[in-house]
Nanobody, 124 residues
């Protein structure tokens, strides 16, 4: 079993930055693909970014491309989401997920493990 714990969320003004972390425990996730998703109140969960097991392949939603950056440190069993130029529409709960097949995919059903989420609120 893999446990994922997100951190780094908070309240930030529009144009600001946050870095989310996703720390894995229970087993190493160095062979897992990792993804970030978000869900705003009243909306469906949506894909944000993903990274393959080696970190060599990354994938972003169009809405965050050029502003967000996903990375991983396999030695620390941790994945990061650097969020810059934040907008009010980025306000959501952000979730980390792990895919046993090591892919960088936007399909939520591909992910086997999910964290509990961290809230990001961007004020205008």
């Amino acid at each position: 079993q893999v446990q994922l714990l997100e951190s780094g969320g908070g309240l930030v003004q529009a144009g600001g930055s946050l870095r989310l972390s996703c720390a894995a425990s229970g087993r190493t996730v160095r062979s897992y693909g990792m993804g970030w998703f978000r869900q705003a109140p009243g909306k469906e969960r949506e894909f944000v970014a993903a990274i393959s097991r080696t970190g060599g392949n990354t994938f972003y939603a169009d809405s965050v491309k050029g502003r967000f950056s996903i990375s991983r440190d396999n030695a620390k069993n941790t994945v990061y989401l650097q969020m810059n130029s934040l907008k009010p529409e980025d306000t959501a709960a952000y979730y980390c997920a792990a895919d046993q097949l090591g892919r960088a995919t936007d399909r939520s059903r591909a992910y086997d493990y999910w964290g509990q989420g961290t809230q990001v609120t961007v004020s205008s």
